[in-house]
Protein backbone atom coordinates (compact mmCIF):
# COMPACT_ATOMS: atom_id res chain seq x y z
CA UNK A 1 0.00 0.00 0.00
CA UNK A 2 1.40 3.70 -1.02
CA UNK A 3 0.02 6.42 0.83
CA UNK A 4 0.61 10.03 -1.20
CA UNK A 5 0.42 13.59 1.01
CA UNK A 6 1.61 17.11 1.05
CA UNK A 7 -1.40 18.25 -0.99
CA UNK A 8 -2.87 21.71 -0.33
CA UNK A 9 -3.95 24.65 -1.59
CA UNK A 10 -1.49 27.03 -2.78
CA UNK A 11 -1.34 30.48 -4.67
CA UNK A 12 -0.03 30.53 -8.45
CA UNK A 13 3.36 30.93 -8.37
CA UNK A 14 4.10 28.73 -5.00
CA UNK A 15 5.54 25.12 -4.02
CA UNK A 16 4.30 21.78 -2.76
CA UNK A 17 6.19 18.71 -1.65
CA UNK A 18 4.35 15.61 -2.25
CA UNK A 19 5.34 12.33 -0.19
CA UNK A 20 5.22 8.79 -1.15
CA UNK A 21 5.75 6.05 1.42
CA UNK A 22 4.69 2.75 1.93
CA UNK A 23 2.14 2.25 4.78
CA UNK A 24 2.45 -1.50 4.70
CA UNK A 25 6.54 -1.90 5.48
CA UNK A 26 7.24 -2.83 1.79
CA UNK A 27 10.29 -0.81 0.86
CA UNK A 28 11.37 0.61 -2.93
CA UNK A 29 14.78 -0.09 -2.97
CA UNK A 30 14.09 -2.27 -6.09
CA UNK A 31 11.30 -0.49 -7.47
CA UNK A 32 10.65 2.08 -9.77
CA UNK A 33 7.94 5.02 -8.96
CA UNK A 34 6.14 7.27 -10.43
CA UNK A 35 3.45 10.53 -9.65
CA UNK A 36 0.59 11.06 -12.11
CA UNK A 37 -2.34 13.28 -11.53
CA UNK A 38 -5.85 13.44 -12.42
CA UNK A 39 -7.39 16.41 -13.04
CA UNK A 40 -11.50 17.22 -12.83
CA UNK A 41 -13.28 15.49 -15.99
CA UNK A 42 -9.82 14.74 -17.34
CA UNK A 43 -7.80 10.89 -17.68
CA UNK A 44 -5.02 10.38 -15.59
CA UNK A 45 -1.72 11.79 -16.79
CA UNK A 46 2.18 11.18 -16.44
CA UNK A 47 3.99 13.61 -14.04
CA UNK A 48 7.48 12.27 -13.35
CA UNK A 49 9.01 8.96 -12.68
CA UNK A 50 12.24 7.64 -11.23
CA UNK A 51 14.13 4.61 -11.49
CA UNK A 52 14.99 3.40 -8.13
CA UNK A 53 18.29 2.08 -8.75
CA UNK A 54 20.45 4.20 -10.42
CA UNK A 55 18.31 7.51 -10.47
CA UNK A 56 17.13 8.10 -13.71
CA UNK A 57 14.06 10.41 -13.92
CA UNK A 58 11.38 11.16 -16.48
CA UNK A 59 9.00 14.57 -16.58
CA UNK A 60 6.11 15.27 -18.76
CA UNK A 61 6.93 18.23 -20.54
CA UNK A 62 4.25 20.11 -18.92
CA UNK A 63 6.23 19.95 -15.55
CA UNK A 64 9.94 19.42 -16.95
CA UNK A 65 12.25 22.28 -14.92
CA UNK A 66 9.70 23.17 -12.05
CA UNK A 67 8.93 19.44 -10.84
CA UNK A 68 11.35 17.46 -9.12
CA UNK A 69 10.73 13.37 -8.53
CA UNK A 70 13.24 12.27 -5.60
CA UNK A 71 13.82 9.48 -3.44
CA UNK A 72 15.02 9.13 -0.04
CA UNK A 73 16.21 5.55 0.98
CA UNK A 74 16.72 5.54 4.44
CA UNK A 75 13.09 7.31 4.65
CA UNK A 76 11.64 4.83 2.41
CA UNK A 77 10.41 7.70 0.51
CA UNK A 78 9.69 9.11 -2.53
CA UNK A 79 9.04 13.24 -3.40
CA UNK A 80 7.85 15.31 -5.81
CA UNK A 81 8.92 18.71 -5.35
CA UNK A 82 6.70 21.23 -6.97
CA UNK A 83 7.76 24.78 -7.99
CA UNK A 84 5.95 27.65 -10.14
CA UNK A 85 2.99 25.63 -10.23
CA UNK A 86 0.45 26.62 -11.90
CA UNK A 87 -3.43 26.89 -12.08
CA UNK A 88 -3.73 24.05 -14.17
CA UNK A 89 -1.69 21.71 -12.12
CA UNK A 90 -4.51 21.74 -10.16
CA UNK A 91 -5.38 17.91 -9.88
CA UNK A 92 -5.30 14.94 -7.34
CA UNK A 93 -1.99 13.23 -6.73
CA UNK A 94 -1.10 9.53 -7.30
CA UNK A 95 2.57 8.16 -6.40
CA UNK A 96 2.68 4.35 -8.11
CA UNK A 97 5.34 1.70 -8.01
CA UNK A 98 6.48 -0.37 -10.39
CA UNK A 99 8.28 -3.88 -8.92
CA UNK A 100 9.84 -4.82 -12.45
CA UNK A 101 12.02 -1.71 -10.65
CA UNK A 102 13.56 -0.61 -14.69
CA UNK A 103 11.56 1.93 -16.22
CA UNK A 104 12.43 3.38 -19.33
CA UNK A 105 11.17 6.75 -21.01
CA UNK A 106 8.56 5.27 -22.94
CA UNK A 107 7.40 3.02 -19.95
CA UNK A 108 7.12 5.32 -17.48
CA UNK A 109 3.78 7.06 -18.69
CA UNK A 110 2.11 4.41 -18.63
CA UNK A 111 -0.36 3.57 -16.57
CA UNK A 112 -0.56 -0.43 -16.86
CA UNK A 113 3.50 -0.28 -15.90
CA UNK A 114 2.72 0.06 -12.32
CA UNK A 115 1.54 -2.26 -9.97
CA UNK A 116 0.51 -0.26 -6.61
CA UNK A 117 -1.15 2.67 -6.81
CA UNK A 118 -1.77 5.44 -3.53
CA UNK A 119 -4.88 7.01 -2.67
CA UNK A 120 -4.15 10.50 -3.95
CA UNK A 121 -3.91 13.76 -2.40
CA UNK A 122 -5.33 17.02 -3.80
CA UNK A 123 -3.25 20.04 -4.92
CA UNK A 124 -5.50 23.50 -6.17
CA UNK A 125 -3.63 26.15 -7.03
CA UNK A 126 -5.52 29.32 -7.15
CA UNK A 127 -4.94 32.49 -9.71
Known amino acids: QLQASGGGLVQAGGSLRLSCSSSSGRTFNNYAMGWFRQAPGKEREFVAA????????YYADAVKGRFTISGDNAKNTVYLQMNSLKPEDTAVYYC?????????????????????WGQGTLVTVSS
Open 50 to 57: INWSGGST
Open 96 to 116: AADSYGVLSKESASKRDEYDY
